[in-house]
């Protein structure tokens, strides 16, 4: 079988399963959301009522937007003092067999920010810093809240569609229990246990040391009393020469972190290598499960929408946008890294000529996962907000690596995160429906709500402010010398590596180039400023448009109405993502991944 058909036939079944789970699913988020009675609205209808009376909440009261809004904010902030509290003092705490210290404030700080953003950048390697009640109590508690906070954000714009002449969106505090408790907690479960039968370990036992056959020689940093490594007079690092025959194999409860990790877009994994790694992900299996667990909410939230609404022909011309772009980029990613290095190719190695790299380009990539899957998951990882990886995104070529990016950057509406790309696609859809009303020269409307100065000023607000987030954050890095110090790459791919890392955090996703020494008190700062702006900004002003959609009155169609349901909305609507991405990020990208291409195009 060809590489282009393994890939081929690898990405129609897994299109082909999220579309036989998205009307079930969606149709059941819709319910317990709106507390439809279901079997799981029935089976933890105790439970939820609990949880009410323990934190005095009334069921019934509904909100206005502004009240929404401040809940939320609130609640996600005192969420980042625990992470932080936690992080700061581990050393003190119990579940730490490893006696981690305590990590740095201003790493802290990031991830704090980070986790409750549904971000999950990750600046350290997990298993060398956290201990299991941080991950456990701190990162994946907030793997859950941040995920059921899109989804309640994205549940209540979609209310603001569906109701009219109201003035409340919902209850925050009941849409957060029911998508926790309804949507993510039952599908983390049966996830986890399928990874712990694949082989994904699940236990609170302290690292283990094996013996290996042969001696490991390796450079080891001298450092000071202080721990601090020690330089030359050039400024590098002072190593020795080392040798060992014993490898620890680090323990954790993995499996339940690992399952919300990818079902909750989050990203953020318990090692350093991410879904790269065995414990993680073990087998072509769990690669193809965590591949579903990434994108399955965020598309059934389509048809959540398009049944909340009364028509969910909206909501499958809203997936129909989201694959159409995503699609296209996912190939991208594939042909560049099989078609591979071409400078490799000229070296004469193989036995015939080819401009092809044989074999592709298998740098950074897990064997057991071959290009296929590899750049399947490249693309699915940054489509969505979850930035896991079981690649090294370093390490692909540079069309290979300009593809997250501009995933990223179209604002993860292809199809976004949890609850995130809804709403996101559908400031794009307001701001569609803007211009084919200027077009024609009548007043918008959507879904029988007109559109008016304050929700496209809104609007602008939401689609401009990740965008400020990058571009600033990546134009200081590179004229800073805490900035110039990160990248491990000169020239364009240094650049790349600095856009990356901005672009991520904006928008949410986590994942990074890997050759960027993010751990710094600089990009520990910047970046967990962009990641709380990128978050928030876009937040508020989503609840905001519910809010003023919610009170409008309902706008009979009539023949001058344009249809939202029809391939011309599909061509609009993406027409208006391709229009705010290539104009806003073109210039930066052309600096970094696409410079790079050509370069390597034209080498010799």
């Known amino acids: 079988m060809s590489a282009n058909t393994q890939f081929v036939l690898l990405l129609l079944s897994f299109l082909a399963v999220l579309l036989l789970l998205t009307k079930p699913l969606g149709s059941y988020i819709a319910d317990v959301m709106d507390g439809r009675p279901n079997f799981a609205v029935r089976a933890g209808a105790r439970c939820e009522g609990f949880l009410y009376r323990l934190c005095g909440i009334e069921e019934r009261e509904e909100m206005s937007w502004d009240r929404y809004a401040i809940a939320l904010l609130l609640f996600n902030v005192l969420g980042g003092v625990i992470v932080y509290g936690l992080q700061r003092l581990q050393f003190f705490l119990p579940f730490n067999p490893q006696k981690f210290t305590a990590v740095t404030p201003d790493s802290s700080f990031n991830t704090a920010v980070s986790f409750i953003t549904n971000t999950n950048w990750q600046g350290y390697s997990g298993e060398a810093t956290m201990g299991y009640l941080t991950q456990m109590a701190g990162l994946a508690v907030q793997n859950f809240l941040s995920a059921a906070t899109g989804i309640a954000v994205a549940i209540a714009l979609i209310r603001g569609f569906a109701r009219h002449s109201a003035k409340t969106i919902g209850n925050f505090w009941v849409d957060l229990t029911r998508a926790s408790l309804y949507v993510l907690l039952p599908l983390a479960v049966l996830l986890a246990l399928v990874l712990v039968s694949q082989g994904v370990i699940q236990n609170f036992d302290a690292y283990k040391d094996a013996t290996t056959v042969e001696k490991l020689t390796y ?60 414990y993680e992900n073990p087998t072509p299996l769990t690669n193809f499960l965590e591949l579903l667990g990434m994108f399955v909410i965020a598309v059934a939230l389509t048809y959540t929408f398009g049944k909340m609404v009364g028509d969910t022909r909206q909501g499958w011309v809203v997936l129909a946008a989201m694959l159409i772009l995503f699609v296209p980029l996912a190939w991208l990613a594939f042909h560049s890294e099989q078609h591979g290095n071409p400078l490799i190719a000229q070296q004469g190695i193989d036995q015939i000529a080819s401009p092809v790299q044989a074999g592709g380009n298998m740098e950074g990539k897990e064997t057991r996962f071959g290009i296929a899957s590899s750049a399947l998951w490249v693309a699915v990882a940054t489509g969505t907000s979850t930035g896991a990886v079981n690649t090294a995104h370093d390490s692909l070529m540079p069309l290979g690596g300009f593809v997250p990016m501009f995933l990223m950057q179209l604002g993860e509406v292809a199809p976004g995160g949890v609850g995130t790309g809804i709403y996101s696609i559908l400031m794009f859809a307001i701001l569609g429906v ?74 949410n996703n986590g994942s990074a180039f890997a050759g960027l020494s993010a751990n710094t008190v600089f990009y ?23 809010g003023s959609l919610a009170a409008k009155k309902r706008v009979p169609v009539t023949e001058g109405t344009m249809p939202t349901h029809g391939p011309l909305f599909v061509a609009l609507l993406i027409g208006s993502i391709l229009l705010i991405g290539v104009l806003t990020y073109v210039p930066a990208l052309a600096l970094g991944p696409i410079v790079e291409h050509l370069m390597l195009a034209t080498a010799k």
């Open 219 to 278: 450079q080891n940093p001298k450092t000071d009393g202080a721990g601090n490594p020690i330089k030359d007079a050039a400024g590098n690092p002072v190593t020795e020469t080392a040798t060992t025959q014993t490898q620890t194999l680090p323990m954790g409860p993995i499996a339940s972190q690992e399952s919300i990790k990818e079902l909750g877009t989050n990203g953020g994994g318990f090692f350093n290598a991410n879904s790269a790694h065995p």
């Open 524 to 546: 520990n700062v910047a970046t967990g400023l962009g990641m709380f702006i990128g978050r928030f900004w876009p937040i508020m002003a989503t609840l905001a448009i519910a």
């Open 434 to 507: 803007f211009i084919a009303g200027l077009m024609i020269g009548r007043t918008p409307e959507y879904l029988g709500k007109k559109i008016e100065s304050l929700e496209m000023k809104l609007a602008s607000i939401f689609i401009l402010t990740t965008p400020f987030a990058v571009l600033i954050g990546t134009a200081v890095a590179v004229v800073t010398i805490a900035g110039k110090a990160g990248p491990a790459n000169p020239g364009a791919h240094g650049y790349s590596e600095i856009l990356y890392a901005f672009t991520s955090a904006a928008n």
